[in-house]
């Protein structure tokens, strides 16, 4: 599967922005999905994960309550929705595929994934 991620933008902090992953194949839907990102300087970190049938999700302490992941199989398209930025949210954002189930790996792990899209930058100005 090919990944291409976008939506990403200059905000303020307090602010919202959406992110979207675009899949192409027919097999999107037996991927477990997440996204990472990564700060300047900084290693590449877990923010969410969501199951093949969006029916479990995973949340980095640091997002949890603000951001939400969520997929549609038919559209071939996974999101990230980020309410209440702040400025240590600034990163390039990530979407990452694995033809798994979720409760098969560790999600939170980025080796585990084999496809990666090219990353979308977030920045949160304060």
């Known amino acids: 599967v090919q990944l291409q991620a976008s939506g990403g933008g200059l905000v303020q902090a307090g602010g919202s922005l959406r992110l979207s992953c675009a899949a192409s194949?027919?097999?999107?839907?037996?991927?477990?999905m997440g996204w990472f990102r990564q700060a300047p300087g900084k290693e590449r970190e877990f923010v969410a994960a969501?199951?093949?049938?969006?029916?479990?999700?995973y949340y980095a302490d640091s997002v949890k309550d603000r951001f939400t992941i969520s997929r549609d199989n038919a559209k071939n398209t996974l999101w990230l929705q980020m309410n209440s930025l702040k400025p240590e949210d600034t990163a390039l954002y990530y979407c990452?595929?694995?033809?798994?189930?979720?409760?098969?790996?560790?999600?939170?792990?980025?080796?585990?994934?084999?496809?990666w899209g090219q990353g979308t930058q977030v920045t949160v100005s304060s």
């Open positions: 990452a595929g694995k033809n798994d189930d979720a409760a098969n790996f560790n999600v939170r792990r980025r080796n585990e994934y084999a496809y």
């Open positions: 194949g027919r097999t999107f839907g037996s991927h477990t």
């Open positions: 969501i199951s093949r049938r969006g029916t479990a999700t």
